[in-house]
Structure formats: structure tokens, C-alpha cells
Antibody, heavy 124, light 108 residues
Framework: QVQLQESGPGLVKPSETLSLTCTVS????????WGWIRQPAGKGLEYIGR???????NYHPSLQSRVTMSIDTSKNQFSLNLTSVTAADTAVYFC??????????????????WGRGTLVTVSS | EIVLTQSPATLSLSPGESATLSCRAS???????LSWYQQRPGQAPRLLIF???TRAIGIPARFSGSGSGTDFTLTISSLQPEDSAVYSC?????????FGGGTKVEIK
């Protein structure tokens, strides 16, 4: 079955760039939407952004100036870059498959499958 | 941005009892874009319900979702010890997608 796995540094210094990669196994990354969501300790989930396999992106407005997502269909991977990080960016970062489809006149959109998450701490 | 308000913040119930979790949206949400997730400590969220009322593959029948407009409900009947978790609702009807703050379900 399809699995997602996040990878990247667990510690990033303030003002530097957080870079994470999500590797998709057991299925193709093509023709699908993929997302990044984060969760600060003890808090709720926060949408970061979403990318389609063609490279089309959507970012949270509050992060748009600092976020870039990319996708490499040859490697079945997609990536997140978050620049100028501060302690407020410390969180568990999840990658996820965003399923979207329409059937019998109804449309659906939800995060169907998630990676296990990776903790990123911003500290000097 | 659509705000999803979940209540109660915490539910403490005994095995076999039923839990009713509420999710209220600040604007009307299309039901097809409302979903529920279960998150056990240290684990990733797990999709329970999509389209407000459709159970995801492998989800036990004791989990059910309902609602429309701005008010949605997740019901867990006959609680099991493994249902101890935080439950979050999610809307993907408007950008940016948002999540509720979660309801923690504790099993006595």
C-alpha cells in the first residue's frame, strides 16, 4: 500500500532554511495532490501548503512569503522549503496525500494518508 | 479563513459509552469537504470520516459522522480503550484549509 515518509534535519538554526522531503512508496506521485501540515507541540494542525504533480502550488497566506514546495516525479518525492525560520516554526511536520474527486454530482477533498511526521526544532 | 470550533475540549467516558463530538464552522462548509481525523499520542493523524459522513476504509462502524452547513458531529458508539485519542475536524471547502483545535477523548 502507499506509504509516505518525511526526511530532513531535526534541528535548524534561527534565520536559516528548513528543508524537508517526503518520499512516496507503493504508488505513483503523478496525477495527485500532496500537502504539508505542521503541528506545534500541544497545539492543533496547521496547513502549510499543497502541490499538484504538475508543480502547481497553493500556500497558506501567512507563510506564502517564506514557503516553496517542489515535486520530483522521477524520484516519487516532493519537498518543502521554509526560509527565515524562528522558534515559532518548531513543530512536527507531516506530509500527506490530498485526495480530491467528484462522484455522482458531489465533490470531495481530504487528506487521505499521512506520513509519520518529523520533529523540526528551531534553535541555535 | 474558516474557523472550526470543536467542543467539548475533553470528554472522559467509560468503555461502552457513546461520545458525541461537535465541530462548528464560522461559515457554511460544503459537506464533501468536511473530514474527521483521529490522532493517538505520538502518531500521525488517521482519516476516519470524509464527506462529513462516509467512513474511510478500515474504520469500524462505531464511528459515524453527520451534519451540514456549519454544524457537524462525530459520534463514537460503544467506546473501546483504543479510542483514546484527539479527534480533529477539517474543512477543505475554502482556502486555506483549516483544522479544529481538537477534542480529547479519554477512556476511564
Amino acid at each position: 500500500q502507499v506509504q509516505l515518509q518525511e526526511s530532513g534535519p531535526g534541528l535548524v538554526k534561527p534565520s536559516e532554511t528548513l528543508s524537508l522531503t517526503c518520499t512516496v512508496s507503493g504508488g505513483s506521485i503523478s496525477n495527485s495532490y500532496w500537502g504539508w501540515i505542521r503541528q506545534p507541540a500541544g497545539k492543533g494542525l496547521e496547513y502549510i501548503g499543497r502541490i499538484y504533480s504538475s508543480g502547481t502550488t497553493n500556500y497558506h497566506p501567512s507563510l506564502q512569503s517564506r514557503v516553496t514546495m517542489s515535486i520530483d516525479t522521477s524520484k516519487n518525492q516532493f519537498s518543502l522549503n521554509l526560509t527565515s525560520v524562528t522558534a515559532a516554526d518548531t513543530a512536527v511536520y507531516f506530509c500527506a496525500h490530498s485526495k480530491q474527486y467528484c462522484s455522482a454530482g458531489n465533490c470531495y477533498r481530504y487528506f487521505e494518508l499521512w506520513g509519520r511526521g518529523t520533529l523540526v526544532t528551531v534553535s541555535s | 479563513e474558516i474557523v472550526l470550533t470543536q467542543s467539548p475540549a475533553t470528554l472522559s467516558l467509560s468503555p461502552g459509552e457513546s461520545a458525541t463530538l461537535s465541530c462548528r464552522a464560522s461559515q457554511i462548509v460544503t459537506a464533501g469537504f468536511l473530514s474527521w481525523y483521529q490522532q493517538r499520542p505520538g502518531q500521525a493523524p488517521r482519516l476516519l470520516i470524509f464527506g462529513a459522513s462516509t467512513r474511510a476504509i478500515g474504520i469500524p462502524a462505531r464511528f459515524s459522522g453527520s451534519g451540514s452547513g456549519t454544524d457537524f458531529t462525530l459520534t463514537i458508539s460503544s467506546l473501546q480503550p483504543e479510542d483514546s485519542a484527539v479527534y480533529s475536524c477539517h474543512q477543505d471547502s475554502y482556502l486555506p484549509p483549516t483544522f479544529g483545535g481538537g477534542t480529547k477523548v479519554e477512556i476511564k
